[in-house]
């Protein structure tokens, strides 16, 4: 089936506009996530959106950083005024999260932004 | 609170040789614990994972690792490394309706 879909795949901004960013979960995934993950670096969690609860924002670095989803199905991440330190690969991942929260996670390719 | 240690940052290992990928968790709750690798595809592939039962957990591509509790540790083990595993690894944790913890990663180059 469908795996976790993300667009645009690259996206190239100046320094100072605002990008969008896609994530379609798989289908019937309750949990969503995004993290960003800067050349060479590790993962950083951003937001985390768990079924109709308040989502985690916890990770989001600064106030020009939003996120939102509808239901259980896409989400986008929403950068204002970028700067060149937010270039990175933004991925997304959803997982099927029980009761229990032992379900993996389910990655999408990312995005890759660069901001010039 | 949880947090997921991965002491090396790097693992420089000949090829056929074995290698282990050092992890240790901390949580107050039980834990799920898993392991991602990341080709140079972006994207994370899930390589295996402990929910409960056995210790000895085996995953895809002829990696294990071991369950232990009074250690809290989570060691990803192959015993002879291809030139294909050279990638970046992952350990996590998750559990008690907590969200995925990562650690920092490992990234293993294997040397002809």
């Known amino acids: 089936g469908a795996g976790v879909s993300q667009s645009p795949s690259n996206k190239v901004t100046e320094k100072g506009k605002d990008v969008e960013l896609r994530c379609d979960p798989i289908?019937?995934?309750?949990?969503l996530y995004w993290y960003r993950q800067r050349l060479g670096q590790g993962l950083e969690f951003l937001i985390y959106f768990q079924g109709n609860s308040a989502p985690d924002k916890s990770g989001l670095p600064s106030d020009r950083f939003s996120a939102e989803r509808t239901g259980e199905s896409v989400s986008t991440l929403t950068i204002q005024r970028t700067q060149q330190e937010d270039s990175a690969v933004y991925l997304c991942a959803s997982s099927p999260l029980g009761a229990s929260n032992n379900s993996p996670l389910h990655f999408g390719n990312g995005t890759r932004l660069t901001v010039t | 609170a949880q947090s997921v240690t991965q002491l090396d940052s790097q693992v420089p290992v000949f090829e056929e040789a074995p290698v282990e990928l050092r992890c240790n968790y901390s949580s107050s709750v039980s834990v799920y614990l898993f392991w991602y690798v990341q080709y140079p595809n972006p994207g994370l592939q899930l390589l295996l994972k402990y929910l409960s039962g056995s210790t000895l957990v085996k995953g895809i591509h002829g990696f294990e690792a071991e369950f232990n509790k009074s250690q809290t540790s989570f060691h990803l083990r192959k015993p002879s490394v291809h030139i294909s595993d050279t990638a970046e690894y992952f350990c996590?944790?998750?559990?008690?309706?907590?969200?995925?913890?990562f650690g920092t990663g490992t990234k293993l180059q294997v040397i002809p």
């Open positions: 289908s019937g995934h309750t949990a």
């Open positions: 996590a944790v998750s559990g008690g309706y907590q969200k995925v913890t």
